[in-house]
T-cell receptor, first 113, second 113 residues
Framework: AQSVAQPEDQVNVAEGNPLTVKCTYS??????LFWYVQYPNRGLQFLLK??????LVKGSYGFEAEFNKSQTSFHLKKPSALVSDSALYFC???????????FGAGTQVVVTP | EAQVTQNPRYLITVTGKKLTVTCSQN?????MSWYRQDPGLGLRQIYY???????DKGDVPEGYKVSRKEKRNFPLILESPSPNQTSLYFC????????????FGPGTRLTVL
């Protein structure tokens, strides 16, 4: 069975400090992994994806994610967090079927000035 | 402007009264999908469509129907809504080989009394 887990409900970080949001997955075959962000009262926005190739993927708004096959992880990172990065972040994995996408429960990021 | 629109944005109804939530995209995307978002559960996929007249079940299809008669529209139908269908609903569309880099609508908050 395919699954994705985000072990932290909330991450608190001070502005200017590094931000990491954790995601682990379980899939059969090669994983297709995604990060989305949801700002208050908005729909989700695509941040980045890993399909194949380099383990370090760069995305929008200065975010990047590191794919680690041995640890089955796909952690989202940003070197220097901004207050405007405060949002709900979702990790997602594509399952066996092209059309099916499974999301984690989400991690609330709070960046304080 | 490229976008996914949903109507209505807010709806309060009573148990058993049939309703339809419309979704339309202007990006000529082949793929469309419906999700529901519940606290602590993240997003769960209800139905998806790979193209016109092609639909398939997601993880939580019970109590919902969809149709895809035109490429741009993908309505979600609740024939007999129940209180456990109270949720925030998102429509999304996508294209490309992965389909999973999706564009989301603004959401529809449904309350079933």
């Amino acid at each position: 069975a395919q699954s994705v887990a985000q072990p932290e409900d909330q991450v608190n970080v001070a502005e200017g400090n590094p931000l990491t949001v954790k995601c682990t997955y379980s899939v059969s075959g090669n994983p297709y992994l995604f990060w989305y962000v949801q700002y208050p009262n908005r729909g989700l926005q695509f941040l980045l994806k890993y399909i194949t190739g380099d383990n370090l993927v760069k995305g929008s708004y200065g975010f990047e994610a590191e794919f680690n096959k041995s640890q089955t992880s796909f952690h989202l990172k940003k070197p220097s967090a901004l207050v405007s990065d405060s949002a709900l972040y979702f990790c997602a994995v594509r399952t066996d079927s092209w059309g099916k996408l499974q999301f984690g429960a989400g991690t609330q990021v709070v960046v304080t000035p | 402007e490229a976008q996914v629109t949903q109507n209505p944005r807010y709806l309060i109804t009573v148990t058993g009264k049939k309703l339809t939530v419309t979704c339309s995209q202007n990006m000529n995307h082949e793929y469309m999908s419906w999700y529901r978002q519940d606290p602590g559960l993240g997003l769960r996929q209800i139905y998806y469509s790979m193209n016109v007249e092609v639909t398939d079940k997601g993880d939580v299809p019970e109590g919902y129907k969809v149709s895809r008669k035109e490429k741009r529209n993908f309505p979600l139908i609740l024939e007999s809504p129940s209180p456990n269908q109270t949720s925030l609903y998102f429509c999304a569309s996508g294209t490309g080989i992965s389909y999973n880099e999706q564009f989301f609508g603004p959401g529809t908050r449904l309350t079933v009394l």
